[in-house]
């Protein structure tokens, strides 16, 4: 496996990242939230899918539209789960793209700080997730609070797909 490989195996793991949390949460409690104001379970991973399009829409706008933007208000895991997917296959072009030509439209300063980026927000919003079903009494069990952090499980069950 060359480095453009792996990079895009690093992205892709970190999707799986995402989905091994969401799988794990009853659809029951996809309205929790943290506090009265903050985004619900359902939006933050709509904030997540939507930042992701942002980027697209500033680097690769023409990938635009093989993705679903997830409205305000989104709690369908089944909806979440094909706009994540279909979000991360373009986000893996897109970052592709930007660590051939050595450029990401619109971020500075590299593509691979970009990539630490994007991780950084997507993990931030794990955590807010994490935190909205913890005050609403909806922990995730253990296991699966432990699995989130277990990236060669999740590398193996990409070759799955």
């Known amino acids: 496996m060359n480095g ?11 999707n799986q990242i995402n989905l091994y949390l969401l799988n794990g949460i009853e659809q029951a409690h996809m309205n929790d939230t943290a506090s009265s104001k903050g985004r619900t379970v359902g939006d933050q991973f709509g ?44 986000m893996a072009k897109m970052i592709e793209k930007g660590f051939q030509t ?34 609403s009494d909806h922990m995730p069990d253990k296991k699966r609070l432990f699995g989130l952090w277990e990236w060669g ?5 990409m070759e799955k797909e």
């Open 153 to 157: 499980s999740r590398a193996s069950e």
């Open 102 to 135: 050595n450029r990401i439209k619109g971020f500075k300063p590299h593509p691979t700080a970009f990539l630490g980026y994007i991780i950084a927000h997507e993990a931030h919003h794990r955590g807010q997730i994490i935190l909205s079903l913890k005050q």
């Open 47 to 90: 904030h997540i899918n939507n930042v992701r399009l942002m980027w697209l829409k500033e680097s690769e706008p023409e990938l635009m539209d093989t993705v679903i933007r997830l409205e305000k208000g989104t709690t369908d895991k089944k909806i979440i789960i094909e706009a994540f997917k279909k979000s991360a296959h373009a």
């Open 4 to 14: 453009l490989d792996e990079i895009k195996e690093t992205w892709h793991i970190n």
